[in-house]
């Protein structure tokens, strides 16, 4: 892939927005970028925690199994996010999945570069401990709806975020990708895909959605959050 290339998918990610040209260039060297196919893992449970990684494009989803051999599905990254970044806590081993949920793009940098980098320029580490926080009270928030809210309100509000996270507003409906299915939307919401598939159904025969398997449409986000107050 051309440098040109690298440097501009490096300035596009979120964690480095404070760094200059300069010490962008010393990141260029330090990262590796790759295409991924869709639906591959990116690395498993008990793998050495050597990489630290950055989603240019495409998808990844965050899972564990648990001791009932069910898929918890711990968070859905978009472009612009970092993971595997536990491992500059002396994680040694990984302790989540890490998959493809479409084509994606991805720099890997390893942990020791990575750790020089956040010693050498303070305004990153700030920038990773804010990143950190911000997925903190993402998983809170999951856990809260978890918690609080009945399974519509759940899938509801599931749906909301993923308008907000990874939507684009076309004609005055919001577009995405559909990257999910049933089934991981069920995971992602602790109920069944049955479940999940007879409230989108009713979202959809309701005008408020519409989607198949290569898209998936928000026709009246302002409704679909009133539903949910």
């Not at 069910?70 to 998959?99: C, M, N, V, Y």
């Not at 509000?157 to 996270?165: G, N, P, Q, V």
Request: glycine share 4%; net charge negative; with cysteine.
């Amino acid at each position: 892939m051309p440098e040109k290339s690298k440097f501009w998918y490096l300035r596009n990610i979120n964690l480095f927005e404070v760094m200059d040209d300069s010490q962008l260039k010393a990141v260029e060297k330090m990262t590796n970028i790759n295409r991924i196919e869709k639906h591959h893992p990116i690395y498993f449970p008990a793998q050495p925690s050597k990489n630290i990684f950055f989603l240019k494009e495409g998808h990844v989803k965050l899972s564990h199994i648990n001791e009932d051999g069910h898929e918890i599905i711990l968070d859905i990254l978009g472009p612009g996010e970092i993971f595997g970044e536990l491992s500059i806590t002396d994680e040694e081993e990984r302790k989540e999945t890490a998959q493809t949920l479409d084509e994606v793009l991805i720099c890997t940098i390893s942990k020791n570069d990575f750790e020089k980098l956040v010693l050498d320029y303070p305004p990153l580490n700030l920038q990773l401990t804010k990143w950190m926080g911000l997925r903190l009270r993402r998983i809170e928030e999951k856990l809260s709806d978890l918690a609080f809210k009945d399974v519509k309100n759940r899938v509801i509000d599931f749906l909301i975020r993923y308008a907000e996270d990874f939507g684009k507003i076309k004609h005055g409906s919001v577009h995405i990708s559909s990257f999910l299915s049933h089934q991981e939307i069920a995971y992602l919401t602790a109920t069944s895909r049955q479940t999940v598939t007879t409230i989108l159904n009713e979202l959809k025969s309701r005008g408020l959605i519409d989607f198949t398997r290569k898209s998936f449409v928000i026709s009246n986000l302002e409704q679909l959050q009133q539903l949910n107050r």
